[in-house]
């Protein structure tokens, strides 16, 4: 059904003109004379979008913008003027107006803006229904370490005990710590968090316990700090394996009393909050090494939750994957894109040092730069890091499917030593040194083309060669596609 457009403006001729156009252009629309009769139509039925007039005798436009941003939020409003200035242009932007055009308006212009903001809304729907399909706790993954830590979120969320979570940079340490307060009593409380490794070790006090005016150069007022934000709410101290040694004894008297001073304050502070903290650190090796206080350790490792790496727990890669495409297109406007078997398989085989941070960066990236529809082998070489073991490659099947795994590039024969010629290798007399060099470079070619099956962005890839001096090389060798070894 085409998209329904409310059209909002005092002058007759201009609804009537504007409906025409837009209906010539494929749009149905609804028409109304005045602010509250638009209000009157969003409140009764559905609408994809509205093009209003900022100048209206009853109820300004601005006005409407307002109040229709608090009635449909996602509802997208085209705001128009006649007597547009930037300052308008801004407000109407500050409270929600997707864009902002001066009349005349040229039709052109019009439907490129409504047909963005169409566009735009549209993604944004299908990224909400995929965010709602990402599976419990927001988290993607059916493997058994998910399952575990699905399991330990749903039995520790409820409590108030202290959470520390472990992991590798780039697991989803947040996202866990998120899962326990959406999952809590304190759910309605705010969620604050702090990098404890991003924070100057000057800064970091103030930053969870806040300062008075004056307290040191620079504080020109009152700053309530992260403790005071996230009372009777969550606390996230991310990295906490960086925490100043200083700072370390203070926090835990915090969480020991459950009050705190302001830097450069007298007043004591009651706060009522739970921390959750996490690392990418062995805590206990920095225990021993006199880094890390143990006494603190034990006061916020109540429940430990270990969040592992990509590396291992591959039987959730495809779901991610999957997911991370879908989310990615819809984002960045892109059509949809299927991943092939062999495309997955090389993405499966990667370590992923990143992790599931890693792993949805290349895969926004797969999705903007893929020309689609369906993303290839060779798309998902490009697309991983250079340097990185080669992924097995599949092998030709009698139906034309291609396997997920197949045999590695044979290595060459070694050949017995023999005598004074411990290598095996025997010189050629009747050949010049360039035509034996150019044989055993028409051999390396002809087995690595073997190897990927003749594909020649591959086989340069292996060589570390430009795609173009690799076509050079096979032509001045007489060396054609079909021509590998087998």
Same mark, same amino acid.
Request: proline share 10%; aromatic share 6%.
């Given at each position: 059904m085409p998209a329904a457009v409310l059209i909002?403006?005092?002058?007759?001729n201009i609804l009537l003109t504007l409906s025409q156009s837009l209906q010539l252009a494929g749009y149905r629309t609804e028409l109304a004379s005045s602010g509250q009769v638009a209000l009157d139509v969003v409140s009764a039925r559905p609408v994809d979008a509205v093009l209003m007039d900022v100048k209206m005798p009853d109820m300004d436009g601005l006005t409407v913008l307002a109040k229709l941003t608090a009635l449909k939020p996602d509802l997208p409003v085209i705001m128009m003027s006649g007597h547009g200035t930037i300052d308008t242009a801004v407000k109407?932007?500050?409270?929600?107006?997707?864009? $902002?055009?001066?009349?005349?308006? +040229?039709?052109?212009?019009? !439907?490129?803006?409504?047909?963005?903001?169409?566009? %735009? =809304?549209?993604?944004?729907?299908? !990224?909400?229904?995929?965010?709602? =399909?990402?599976?419990? $706790?927001d988290m993607v993954g059916g493997g058994p370490a998910m399952q575990r830590i699905f399991s330990l979120i749903q039995r520790t969320a409820p409590s108030e005990g202290r959470v520390l979570i472990t992991g590798e940079n780039g697991t989803g340490k947040e996202l866990i710590a998120r899962a !326990? %307060? =959406?999952?809590?009593?304190?759910?309605?409380?705010? $969620?604050?968090? !702090?990098?404890? +490794? +991003? @924070?100057? %070790?000057?800064?970091i006090e103030s930053e969870l316990f806040g300062h008075e005016k004056g307290a040191f150069t620079g504080a020109v007022s009152v700053r309530r700090g992260k403790f005071e934000l996230a009372h009777e709410g969550t606390l996230f101290l991310d990295e906490i394996g960086d925490m100043p040694a200083a700072m370390q004894s203070k926090l835990l008297r915090v969480l020991q009393e459950g009050e705190l001073e302001r830097v450069g304050g007298a007043e004591t502070l009651k706060v009522d909050v739970r921390v959750i903290a996490a690392t990418n650190k062995n805590l206990e090796k920095e225990i021993a090494a006199g880094r890390f206080?143990?006494?603190?350790?034990?006061?916020?490792?109540? @429940?430990?939750? %270990?969040?592992?790496?990509?590396?291992?727990?591959?039987?959730?890669?495809?779901?991610?994957?999957?997911? $991370?495409?879908?989310?990615?297109?819809?984002?960045?406007?892109?059509?949809?894109?299927?991943?092939?078997?062999?495309?997955? +398989?090389?993405?499966?085989?990667?370590?992923?040092p990143g992790n599931v941070r890693e792993l949805r960066n290349l895969v926004e990236r797969l999705a903007i730069l893929c020309e689609g529809p369906v993303v290839s082998r060779t798309d998902a070489l490009e697309l991983l890091p250079r340097g990185r073991p080669l992924p097995p490659m599949?092998?030709?099947? @009698?139906?034309?499917?291609?396997?997920?795994?197949?045999?590695?590039?044979?290595?060459?024969?070694?050949?017995?030593?023999?005598?004074?010629?411990?290598?095996?290798?025997?010189?050629?007399?009747?050949?010049t040194f360039r035509e034996q060099v150019e044989d055993a470079e028409r051999e390396i070619i002809q087995r690595v083309l073997a190897h990927t099956h003749d594909n020649v962005t591959e086989a340069a890839r292996i060589l570390d060669l430009e795609r173009g001096h690799f076509y050079k090389k096979m032509k001045a060798l007489g060396l054609r596609r079909g021509q590998s070894e087998s």
């Open positions: 909002v403006d005092d002058e007759k109407a932007t500050q409270l929600g107006a997707r864009d $902002f055009l001066e009349k005349p308006l +040229a039709r052109d212009k019009l !439907l490129v803006a409504l047909r963005n903001a169409l566009k %735009h =809304q549209a993604a944004m729907e299908e !990224l909400e229904e995929l965010r709602a =399909q990402l599976g419990r $706790f !326990l %307060h =959406q999952n809590s009593r304190r759910k309605g409380g705010p $969620f604050v968090k !702090l990098n404890c +490794a +991003a @924070v100057p %070790h000057d800064l206080r143990e006494d603190l350790y034990y006061r916020i490792n109540v @429940v430990q939750i %270990h969040s592992p790496p990509l590396r291992e727990r591959r039987e959730d890669l495809p779901d991610l994957i999957d997911t $991370f495409l879908r989310e990615a297109c819809a984002k960045n406007g892109r059509r949809p894109l299927a991943l092939s078997p062999d495309a997955l +398989a090389v993405m499966s085989a990667y370590d992923y599949p092998e030709p099947t @009698v139906g034309g499917d291609v396997p997920a795994v197949a045999a590695p590039l044979p290595a060459p024969a070694t050949p017995e030593p023999t005598g004074a010629n411990p290598g095996g290798w025997k010189p050629r007399v009747d050949q």
